[in-house]
Protein backbone atom coordinates (compact mmCIF):
# COMPACT_ATOMS: atom_id res chain seq x y z
CA UNK A 1 0.00 0.00 0.00
CA UNK A 2 2.81 2.56 0.97
CA UNK A 3 3.80 2.65 -2.90
CA UNK A 4 0.47 3.94 -3.49
CA UNK A 5 0.80 7.05 -1.33
CA UNK A 6 1.98 10.60 -3.19
CA UNK A 7 5.17 12.08 -3.30
CA UNK A 8 4.06 14.93 -0.58
CA UNK A 9 2.45 11.83 1.93
CA UNK A 10 5.47 9.97 1.83
CA UNK A 11 7.17 13.00 2.64
CA UNK A 12 4.23 13.92 5.38
CA UNK A 13 5.05 10.78 6.99
CA UNK A 14 9.01 11.11 6.68
CA UNK A 15 8.55 14.33 8.15
CA UNK A 16 5.72 14.93 10.68
CA UNK A 17 4.27 13.79 14.38
CA UNK A 18 0.61 14.48 13.49
CA UNK A 19 -1.71 15.78 16.87
CA UNK A 20 -4.37 13.69 17.49
CA UNK A 21 -3.71 11.03 14.77
CA UNK A 22 -2.88 6.92 15.35
CA UNK A 23 0.72 7.51 13.44
CA UNK A 24 0.32 3.86 12.61
CA UNK A 25 -3.03 3.89 10.90
CA UNK A 26 -1.81 6.46 8.77
CA UNK A 27 1.19 4.91 7.33
CA UNK A 28 -0.97 2.86 4.68
CA UNK A 29 -3.68 5.56 3.81
CA UNK A 30 -1.84 8.85 4.19
CA UNK A 31 -2.86 12.35 5.39
CA UNK A 32 -5.48 14.14 4.01
CA UNK A 33 -3.56 17.44 2.04
CA UNK A 34 -6.40 20.69 2.33
CA UNK A 35 -5.11 23.34 -0.39
CA UNK A 36 -7.24 25.85 -0.43
CA UNK A 37 -10.51 27.26 1.18
CA UNK A 38 -13.56 29.43 -0.27
CA UNK A 39 -16.36 30.48 1.70
CA UNK A 40 -17.90 27.24 3.59
CA UNK A 41 -15.71 24.89 1.53
CA UNK A 42 -12.18 23.76 1.30
CA UNK A 43 -10.26 21.99 -1.72
CA UNK A 44 -7.93 19.10 -1.07
CA UNK A 45 -5.03 18.36 -3.26
CA UNK A 46 -6.76 16.84 -6.03
CA UNK A 47 -9.22 19.65 -6.34
CA UNK A 48 -11.98 17.49 -4.73
CA UNK A 49 -14.34 20.24 -2.51
CA UNK A 50 -15.86 19.63 0.57
CA UNK A 51 -18.20 21.67 2.89
CA UNK A 52 -16.27 21.95 6.13
CA UNK A 53 -18.80 21.48 8.35
CA UNK A 54 -16.61 21.90 11.79
CA UNK A 55 -15.03 24.82 10.45
CA UNK A 56 -11.77 23.79 10.91
CA UNK A 57 -11.49 23.34 14.31
CA UNK A 58 -14.60 24.95 15.58
CA UNK A 59 -12.97 28.38 14.45
CA UNK A 60 -13.44 29.46 11.30
CA UNK A 61 -16.59 31.14 12.03
CA UNK A 62 -16.27 33.58 8.59
CA UNK A 63 -15.43 30.58 6.41
CA UNK A 64 -11.78 30.20 4.89
CA UNK A 65 -11.81 33.23 2.15
CA UNK A 66 -12.63 36.31 4.12
CA UNK A 67 -11.27 39.23 2.29
CA UNK A 68 -11.17 41.39 4.52
CA UNK A 69 -9.42 39.68 7.32
CA UNK A 70 -6.93 38.47 4.86
CA UNK A 71 -6.44 42.63 3.83
CA UNK A 72 -6.59 43.00 7.94
CA UNK A 73 -3.41 40.61 8.64
CA UNK A 74 -1.95 42.54 5.12
CA UNK A 75 -1.98 45.62 6.65
CA UNK A 76 -0.63 44.81 10.00
CA UNK A 77 2.07 42.66 8.85
CA UNK A 78 3.07 45.11 6.61
CA UNK A 79 3.04 48.04 9.18
CA UNK A 80 4.35 46.56 12.99
CA UNK A 81 4.89 42.29 11.98
CA UNK A 82 5.74 42.08 15.36
CA UNK A 83 6.10 43.98 18.56
CA UNK A 84 4.89 42.71 22.48
CA UNK A 85 3.27 43.97 25.44
CA UNK A 86 6.41 43.21 28.12
CA UNK A 87 7.88 45.63 30.25
CA UNK A 88 5.46 48.33 29.77
CA UNK A 89 5.65 48.60 25.98
CA UNK A 90 2.24 48.43 23.98
CA UNK A 91 0.87 48.66 20.77
CA UNK A 92 -2.46 50.24 19.49
CA UNK A 93 -4.22 46.82 18.21
CA UNK A 94 -3.64 45.39 21.38
CA UNK A 95 -5.57 48.05 23.16
CA UNK A 96 -8.25 48.47 20.47
CA UNK A 97 -9.21 44.34 21.51
CA UNK A 98 -8.77 44.29 24.61
CA UNK A 99 -11.81 47.44 24.84
CA UNK A 100 -13.65 45.25 22.08
CA UNK A 101 -13.79 42.29 24.68
CA UNK A 102 -14.45 44.08 27.70
CA UNK A 103 -17.36 46.22 26.19
CA UNK A 104 -18.89 42.72 24.45
CA UNK A 105 -18.04 40.22 27.51
CA UNK A 106 -20.88 39.51 30.29
CA UNK A 107 -19.78 40.14 34.18
CA UNK A 108 -17.87 43.26 34.13
CA UNK A 109 -14.90 42.17 32.65
CA UNK A 110 -12.12 44.93 33.80
CA UNK A 111 -8.90 43.59 31.90
CA UNK A 112 -7.23 41.27 29.23
CA UNK A 113 -4.43 39.15 29.04
CA UNK A 114 -3.02 37.81 25.46
CA UNK A 115 -1.43 34.60 24.45
CA UNK A 116 -1.53 32.43 21.56
CA UNK A 117 -3.93 29.69 22.16
CA UNK A 118 -6.80 27.90 23.88
CA UNK A 119 -4.42 26.12 26.17
CA UNK A 120 -2.06 28.33 27.28
CA UNK A 121 -5.56 31.13 28.16
CA UNK A 122 -6.34 27.76 30.37
CA UNK A 123 -2.58 27.96 31.61
CA UNK A 124 -2.83 31.75 32.43
CA UNK A 125 -6.47 31.51 34.11
CA UNK A 126 -4.94 28.84 36.63
CA UNK A 127 -1.62 30.98 37.60
CA UNK A 128 -3.69 33.95 37.36
CA UNK A 129 -6.11 32.20 40.14
CA UNK A 130 -3.22 30.91 42.07
CA UNK A 131 -1.46 34.55 42.19
CA UNK A 132 -4.99 36.26 43.24
CA UNK A 133 -5.30 33.81 46.35
CA UNK A 134 -1.86 34.20 46.98
CA UNK A 135 -1.78 38.23 47.29
CA UNK A 136 -5.42 37.45 49.39
CA UNK A 137 -2.92 35.84 51.37
CA UNK A 138 -5.27 32.25 51.09
CA UNK A 139 -2.22 30.38 50.31
CA UNK A 140 -4.00 27.05 50.88
CA UNK A 141 -6.58 27.76 47.92
CA UNK A 142 -5.14 26.20 45.04
CA UNK A 143 -7.39 22.88 43.78
CA UNK A 144 -8.96 23.37 40.66
CA UNK A 145 -12.55 21.95 39.37
CA UNK A 146 -12.98 20.58 36.61
CA UNK A 147 -15.42 18.25 34.74
CA UNK A 148 -15.46 14.90 33.64
CA UNK A 149 -15.76 15.27 29.50
CA UNK A 150 -14.55 18.81 29.49
CA UNK A 151 -11.79 19.85 27.14
CA UNK A 152 -9.51 22.74 27.94
CA UNK A 153 -6.71 22.06 26.34
CA UNK A 154 -3.01 19.81 25.90
CA UNK A 155 -0.49 21.69 27.89
CA UNK A 156 0.05 20.10 31.40
CA UNK A 157 -2.33 22.01 33.12
CA UNK A 158 -4.92 22.82 31.03
CA UNK A 159 -4.42 18.78 29.70
CA UNK A 160 -5.07 18.15 33.69
CA UNK A 161 -7.95 20.14 33.72
CA UNK A 162 -9.02 18.28 30.86
CA UNK A 163 -11.12 15.17 31.50
CA UNK A 164 -11.11 12.84 28.63
CA UNK A 165 -8.91 9.79 29.35
CA UNK A 166 -6.76 9.92 25.94
CA UNK A 167 -5.78 13.33 27.36
CA UNK A 168 -4.12 11.60 30.61
CA UNK A 169 -3.14 8.32 29.54
CA UNK A 170 0.54 7.39 29.37
CA UNK A 171 0.88 11.22 29.54
CA UNK A 172 1.23 10.98 33.32
CA UNK A 173 -1.84 13.54 33.99
CA UNK A 174 -3.89 14.63 35.45
CA UNK A 175 -1.90 16.80 37.84
CA UNK A 176 -3.39 16.12 41.42
CA UNK A 177 -4.68 19.55 42.01
CA UNK A 178 -7.25 19.27 39.55
CA UNK A 179 -10.73 17.54 40.68
CA UNK A 180 -12.70 16.51 37.99
CA UNK A 181 -16.85 16.51 38.32
CA UNK A 182 -20.11 15.28 36.81
CA UNK A 183 -20.78 15.64 33.09
CA UNK A 184 -24.13 17.49 32.56
CA UNK A 185 -25.51 15.24 30.21
CA UNK A 186 -28.79 14.36 30.88
CA UNK A 187 -29.40 11.72 28.18
CA UNK A 188 -27.05 10.15 29.27
CA UNK A 189 -26.21 10.44 33.04
CA UNK A 190 -30.07 10.82 34.21
CA UNK A 191 -31.76 8.72 36.31
CA UNK A 192 -35.31 7.41 35.86
CA UNK A 193 -37.68 9.98 36.33
CA UNK A 194 -35.50 12.97 36.92
CA UNK A 195 -36.50 16.16 35.07
CA UNK A 196 -33.93 18.19 33.42
CA UNK A 197 -33.91 20.61 36.11
CA UNK A 198 -33.40 17.83 38.82
CA UNK A 199 -30.30 16.54 36.97
CA UNK A 200 -29.07 19.92 37.46
CA UNK A 201 -29.61 20.36 41.49
CA UNK A 202 -28.10 16.81 41.81
CA UNK A 203 -25.12 17.91 39.94
CA UNK A 204 -24.84 21.15 42.12
CA UNK A 205 -25.34 19.01 45.22
CA UNK A 206 -22.90 16.52 43.98
CA UNK A 207 -20.31 19.37 43.40
CA UNK A 208 -21.05 21.18 46.96
CA UNK A 209 -20.14 17.18 48.18
CA UNK A 210 -16.39 17.55 46.08
CA UNK A 211 -15.87 20.66 47.52
CA UNK A 212 -16.42 20.32 51.07
CA UNK A 213 -14.92 16.53 51.01
CA UNK A 214 -11.40 18.16 49.47
CA UNK A 215 -12.34 21.43 51.92
CA UNK A 216 -13.45 24.83 49.97
CA UNK A 217 -10.98 26.92 51.76
CA UNK A 218 -8.32 24.36 49.51
CA UNK A 219 -10.48 25.01 46.01
CA UNK A 220 -9.66 28.10 43.80
CA UNK A 221 -11.52 27.64 41.30
CA UNK A 222 -14.17 25.76 38.81
CA UNK A 223 -14.03 26.15 34.87
CA UNK A 224 -16.19 24.92 32.20
CA UNK A 225 -17.17 25.26 28.65
CA UNK A 226 -21.13 26.64 28.47
CA UNK A 227 -21.56 23.65 26.13
CA UNK A 228 -18.71 21.17 26.52
CA UNK A 229 -17.31 20.87 22.19
CA UNK A 230 -14.45 18.39 21.90
CA UNK A 231 -16.62 16.19 24.78
CA UNK A 232 -19.14 15.32 22.66
CA UNK A 233 -20.92 18.71 21.97
CA UNK A 234 -23.11 18.19 25.51
CA UNK A 235 -25.36 20.88 26.32
CA UNK A 236 -26.03 21.42 29.46
CA UNK A 237 -29.62 20.69 31.50
CA UNK A 238 -32.06 23.95 32.37
CA UNK A 239 -30.53 25.65 35.01
CA UNK A 240 -27.40 23.73 35.36
CA UNK A 241 -25.03 26.78 35.85
CA UNK A 242 -27.55 28.72 38.17
CA UNK A 243 -27.53 25.80 40.56
CA UNK A 244 -23.75 25.59 40.11
CA UNK A 245 -23.40 29.19 40.40
CA UNK A 246 -25.16 28.99 43.51
CA UNK A 247 -22.36 26.40 45.51
CA UNK A 248 -19.45 28.18 44.17
CA UNK A 249 -20.45 31.66 45.55
CA UNK A 250 -21.26 30.11 48.80
CA UNK A 251 -17.74 28.89 48.80
CA UNK A 252 -16.20 31.74 46.83
CA UNK A 253 -14.63 29.54 44.20
CA UNK A 254 -13.47 31.71 41.02
CA UNK A 255 -15.98 30.79 37.76
CA UNK A 256 -13.96 30.35 34.76
CA UNK A 257 -15.57 30.23 31.11
CA UNK A 258 -14.13 28.68 29.06
CA UNK A 259 -15.45 29.90 25.95
CA UNK A 260 -12.34 29.18 23.53
CA UNK A 261 -15.44 27.28 21.00
CA UNK A 262 -18.69 28.53 22.37
CA UNK A 263 -17.37 32.42 22.47
CA UNK A 264 -18.60 34.99 19.85
CA UNK A 265 -21.51 33.61 18.65
CA UNK A 266 -21.24 29.65 18.26
CA UNK A 267 -24.43 29.88 20.79
CA UNK A 268 -25.91 32.85 19.03
CA UNK A 269 -25.03 35.19 21.74
CA UNK A 270 -21.81 37.02 21.84
CA UNK A 271 -20.47 34.51 24.86
CA UNK A 272 -22.00 30.67 25.51
CA UNK A 273 -22.19 32.10 29.48
CA UNK A 274 -24.92 34.66 27.84
CA UNK A 275 -26.81 31.87 26.36
CA UNK A 276 -26.29 29.38 29.67
CA UNK A 277 -26.60 31.81 32.50
CA UNK A 278 -23.43 31.22 33.77
CA UNK A 279 -21.95 34.04 35.98
CA UNK A 280 -18.08 33.92 35.14
CA UNK A 281 -15.36 36.12 37.13
CA UNK A 282 -13.00 35.55 34.44
CA UNK A 283 -13.46 34.22 30.76
CA UNK A 284 -11.03 32.23 28.04
CA UNK A 285 -11.40 33.23 24.48
CA UNK A 286 -9.74 31.97 21.04
CA UNK A 287 -10.50 30.21 18.03
CA UNK A 288 -13.52 32.36 16.63
CA UNK A 289 -11.82 35.54 18.31
CA UNK A 290 -9.55 35.84 14.83
CA UNK A 291 -12.12 33.66 13.38
CA UNK A 292 -8.95 31.05 13.33
CA UNK A 293 -7.43 33.39 10.60
CA UNK A 294 -4.32 33.94 13.00
CA UNK A 295 -3.12 32.34 16.28
CA UNK A 296 -4.53 34.39 19.93
CA UNK A 297 -6.16 33.96 22.64
CA UNK A 298 -7.28 36.34 25.25
CA UNK A 299 -7.89 35.92 29.33
CA UNK A 300 -10.75 38.78 30.33
CA UNK A 301 -10.56 38.62 34.12
CA UNK A 302 -13.26 41.02 36.07
CA UNK A 303 -12.72 44.24 38.40
CA UNK A 304 -12.31 42.49 41.70
CA UNK A 305 -9.30 40.09 40.36
CA UNK A 306 -7.91 42.83 38.45
CA UNK A 307 -7.66 45.12 41.12
CA UNK A 308 -5.64 42.30 43.53
CA UNK A 309 -3.39 41.12 40.54
CA UNK A 310 -2.32 44.43 39.98
CA UNK A 311 -1.89 45.20 43.33
CA UNK A 312 0.17 42.71 43.98
CA UNK A 313 2.60 43.48 41.17
CA UNK A 314 3.80 46.32 42.87
CA UNK A 315 4.42 44.03 45.81
CA UNK A 316 6.27 41.67 43.79
CA UNK A 317 7.80 44.66 41.50
CA UNK A 318 6.44 42.45 38.13
CA UNK A 319 4.05 40.17 36.75
CA UNK A 320 6.19 37.60 36.24
CA UNK A 321 4.07 35.87 33.61
CA UNK A 322 3.36 36.44 30.12
CA UNK A 323 4.28 34.70 26.21
CA UNK A 324 6.49 36.24 23.59
CA UNK A 325 3.89 35.71 20.73
CA UNK A 326 1.06 37.27 22.93
CA UNK A 327 -1.15 39.39 21.96
CA UNK A 328 0.42 39.83 18.54
CA UNK A 329 0.17 42.90 16.33
CA UNK A 330 -1.24 40.33 13.67
CA UNK A 331 -3.38 38.43 15.64
CA UNK A 332 -5.01 41.49 17.30
CA UNK A 333 -5.59 43.52 14.24
CA UNK A 334 -7.06 39.97 12.75
CA UNK A 335 -9.61 39.88 16.15
CA UNK A 336 -10.60 43.72 16.18
CA UNK A 337 -11.64 43.12 11.74
CA UNK A 338 -13.20 40.04 12.99
CA UNK A 339 -15.89 41.10 15.57
CA UNK A 340 -16.07 44.11 13.49
CA UNK A 341 -17.58 41.77 10.54
CA UNK A 342 -19.77 39.69 13.36
CA UNK A 343 -20.72 43.16 13.76
CA UNK A 344 -21.79 44.39 10.77
CA UNK A 345 -22.72 41.93 8.57
CA UNK A 346 -25.19 40.45 11.60
CA UNK A 347 -23.77 37.19 12.18
CA UNK A 348 -25.47 36.38 15.44
CA UNK A 349 -28.15 37.15 13.99
CA UNK A 350 -27.66 34.66 10.94
CA UNK A 351 -26.96 32.12 14.31
CA UNK A 352 -29.88 32.52 16.13
CA UNK A 353 -31.89 32.68 12.32
CA UNK A 354 -30.58 29.15 11.14
CA UNK A 355 -30.37 27.68 14.86
CA UNK A 356 -33.56 26.39 15.05
CA UNK A 357 -33.35 24.67 11.32
CA UNK A 358 -30.01 23.26 12.67
CA UNK A 359 -31.76 21.68 15.81
CA UNK A 360 -34.76 20.27 13.27
CA UNK A 361 -32.50 18.98 10.78
CA UNK A 362 -30.27 17.21 13.55
CA UNK A 363 -33.25 15.90 15.15
CA UNK A 364 -35.19 14.39 12.07
CA UNK A 365 -31.78 11.63 12.10
CA UNK A 366 -33.73 10.89 15.66
CA UNK A 367 -35.07 8.02 14.65
CA UNK A 368 -32.33 6.45 12.70
CA UNK A 369 -31.15 3.00 14.37
CA UNK A 370 -27.64 4.11 15.07
CA UNK A 371 -28.77 7.69 16.55
CA UNK A 372 -28.86 7.47 20.36
CA UNK A 373 -29.39 11.35 20.90
CA UNK A 374 -29.64 14.17 18.07
CA UNK A 375 -28.21 17.59 20.60
CA UNK A 376 -27.49 20.67 19.25
CA UNK A 377 -27.42 25.02 20.23
CA UNK A 378 -26.75 27.72 18.25
CA UNK A 379 -24.66 26.32 15.18
CA UNK A 380 -23.36 23.68 17.37
CA UNK A 381 -24.60 19.64 17.22
CA UNK A 382 -23.88 16.11 17.52
CA UNK A 383 -25.35 12.93 16.62
CA UNK A 384 -24.19 10.54 19.61
CA UNK A 385 -24.24 7.15 18.04
CA UNK A 386 -25.27 3.54 19.78
CA UNK A 387 -25.79 0.31 19.07
CA UNK A 388 -29.80 0.21 20.95
CA UNK A 389 -30.71 4.04 21.72
CA UNK A 390 -29.37 3.45 24.87
CA UNK A 391 -26.21 4.85 25.76
CA UNK A 392 -24.56 1.72 26.12
CA UNK A 393 -21.81 1.60 24.26
CA UNK A 394 -20.98 -0.17 20.37
CA UNK A 395 -18.86 -3.57 21.20
CA UNK A 396 -15.78 -1.90 19.99
CA UNK A 397 -16.31 1.95 21.17
CA UNK A 398 -14.94 4.82 18.74
CA UNK A 399 -14.95 2.84 14.83
CA UNK A 400 -18.64 2.84 14.32
CA UNK A 401 -17.98 7.12 14.96
CA UNK A 402 -15.06 7.32 12.28
CA UNK A 403 -16.48 5.45 10.10
CA UNK A 404 -19.37 7.74 9.49
CA UNK A 405 -17.28 10.29 9.20
CA UNK A 406 -15.38 8.67 6.48
CA UNK A 407 -18.65 7.67 4.60
CA UNK A 408 -19.29 11.48 5.00
CA UNK A 409 -16.02 12.62 3.93
CA UNK A 410 -16.48 10.70 0.96
CA UNK A 411 -19.78 12.35 0.28
CA UNK A 412 -17.73 15.80 0.37
CA UNK A 413 -18.86 16.84 4.22
CA UNK A 414 -15.79 17.07 6.67
CA UNK A 415 -17.13 16.69 10.00
CA UNK A 416 -15.25 15.19 13.41
CA UNK A 417 -15.64 12.25 15.11
CA UNK A 418 -15.99 12.23 18.17
CA UNK A 419 -15.70 8.55 19.73
CA UNK A 420 -18.93 7.53 18.70
CA UNK A 421 -20.64 10.71 18.71
CA UNK A 422 -20.77 13.18 15.59
CA UNK A 423 -19.68 16.88 16.17
CA UNK A 424 -20.85 19.43 13.13
CA UNK A 425 -19.82 22.75 13.63
CA UNK A 426 -20.56 25.33 10.36
CA UNK A 427 -19.04 28.32 9.54
CA UNK A 428 -21.42 30.88 11.61
CA UNK A 429 -21.90 32.35 7.48
CA UNK A 430 -23.64 29.40 6.38
CA UNK A 431 -27.21 29.47 4.61
CA UNK A 432 -29.94 27.68 5.04
CA UNK A 433 -29.80 26.07 1.32
CA UNK A 434 -25.69 24.96 2.69
CA UNK A 435 -27.42 23.67 6.09
CA UNK A 436 -29.59 21.48 3.12
CA UNK A 437 -25.90 20.88 1.76
CA UNK A 438 -24.42 19.54 4.90
CA UNK A 439 -27.32 17.65 6.25
CA UNK A 440 -28.53 15.70 3.34
CA UNK A 441 -25.95 12.95 3.39
CA UNK A 442 -26.57 12.05 6.42
CA UNK A 443 -29.35 9.73 6.00
CA UNK A 444 -27.32 7.94 3.62
CA UNK A 445 -23.92 7.75 5.85
CA UNK A 446 -26.10 6.76 8.34
CA UNK A 447 -27.66 3.77 6.69
CA UNK A 448 -23.99 2.72 5.20
CA UNK A 449 -22.33 3.08 8.74
CA UNK A 450 -25.31 0.83 10.25
CA UNK A 451 -25.01 -1.68 7.98
CA UNK A 452 -21.04 -1.79 7.28
CA UNK A 453 -21.31 -1.95 11.59
CA UNK A 454 -23.65 -5.21 10.67
CA UNK A 455 -21.23 -6.86 8.77
CA UNK A 456 -18.15 -6.12 11.00
CA UNK A 457 -19.86 -8.34 13.26
CA UNK A 458 -20.33 -4.30 15.85
CA UNK A 459 -23.65 -4.53 15.82
CA UNK A 460 -25.97 -7.36 16.09
C1 LIG B 1 -13.04 24.71 25.06
C2 LIG B 1 -11.61 24.61 24.64
N1 LIG B 1 -10.66 25.08 25.46
C3 LIG B 1 -9.36 25.03 25.13
C4 LIG B 1 -8.96 24.48 23.93
C5 LIG B 1 -7.51 24.41 23.60
O1 LIG B 1 -7.20 25.30 22.60
P1 LIG B 1 -5.85 25.14 21.76
O2 LIG B 1 -6.00 23.91 20.92
O3 LIG B 1 -5.82 26.41 20.95
O4 LIG B 1 -4.74 25.05 22.72
C6 LIG B 1 -9.92 23.99 23.04
C7 LIG B 1 -9.53 23.41 21.75
O5 LIG B 1 -10.32 22.85 21.02
C8 LIG B 1 -11.28 24.04 23.41
O6 LIG B 1 -12.23 23.55 22.63
Redesign the pocket.
Given at each position: MINMLTNYQTRDLQSLIHPYTNAMAIKTTGAHFVEKGDGIYVYDNENKRYLEGMSG??CCGLGFSDPELIEAAKLQIEKLPYYHLFSGRSHEPAVELAEKIKELAPGHMSRVFYQS??????ESQIKLAWYYNNAKGRRNKKKIISRKKG?????IV?ASLTGLPYNHKDFDLPLDFVKHTETPHFWREKIEGETEKDFALRLAKSLEELLLNEDPDTVAAFIA?PVM??GGVIVPPESYFEEIGKVLKKYDIIAIS?E??CGFGRTGEWFGSQTLGMSPNSI?M??QLTAGYAPL?AVAIDNEMANVIEEHTGTLGTFGHGFTYGGHPVGCAVGIKALEIYQERNILQNVRNLSSSFKSKLNSFSDHDIVGEARSLGLMGALELTPNKTPAPFKEPGKVGAKMASELLNKGIMIRAIGDSVAFCPPMIITEQQLDELFDPVKKALDATRDWAFAEGILD
Amino acid sequence: MINMLTNYQTRDLQSLIHPYTNAMAIKTTGAHFVEKGDGIYVYDNENKRYLEGMSGLWCCGLGFSDPELIEAAKLQIEKLPYYHLFSGRSHEPAVELAEKIKELAPGHMSRVFYQSSGSEANESQIKLAWYYNNAKGRRNKKKIISRKKGYHGVSIVSASLTGLPYNHKDFDLPLDFVKHTETPHFWREKIEGETEKDFALRLAKSLEELLLNEDPDTVAAFIAEPVMGAGGVIVPPESYFEEIGKVLKKYDIIAISDEVICGFGRTGEWFGSQTLGMSPNSISMAKQLTAGYAPLSAVAIDNEMANVIEEHTGTLGTFGHGFTYGGHPVGCAVGIKALEIYQERNILQNVRNLSSSFKSKLNSFSDHDIVGEARSLGLMGALELTPNKTPAPFKEPGKVGAKMASELLNKGIMIRAIGDSVAFCPPMIITEQQLDELFDPVKKALDATRDWAFAEGILD
